[in-house]
């Protein structure tokens, strides 16, 4: 969960600044990353609105590489990305 949250801070804080989306909606609270998807590229973490109501729903992916040492290897193989 703690990686999730911090990937998802750091690219949410790049997108938005530090100050531009609610913090908490991204700490590792499982009910913050209960929506997800897997693509090739990755996990796309889906978020609603975290941030001003105007940039709609957040989506960002997690690249596997950044899921090293947390996931089994061959997850990948076995959702087909």
Known sequence: ??????????????RFGADGYYRNGA???AVNF?????????LRL????????ARGNIM????WSALQG???PNIKSVVGA
């Open 1 to 14: 969960m703690q990686t999730l949250s911090n990937y998802s801070q750091t690219e949410l804080t790049l």
């Open 27 to 29: 700490s590792a609270d």
């Open 34 to 42: 209960r929506d997800w998807a897997v693509g090739w590229d990755g």
């Open 46 to 53: 889906y978020f609603g609105t975290i941030a001003s109501e």
């Open 60 to 63: 960002l992916t997690l690249p």
């Open 70 to 72: 947390v996931l089994n």
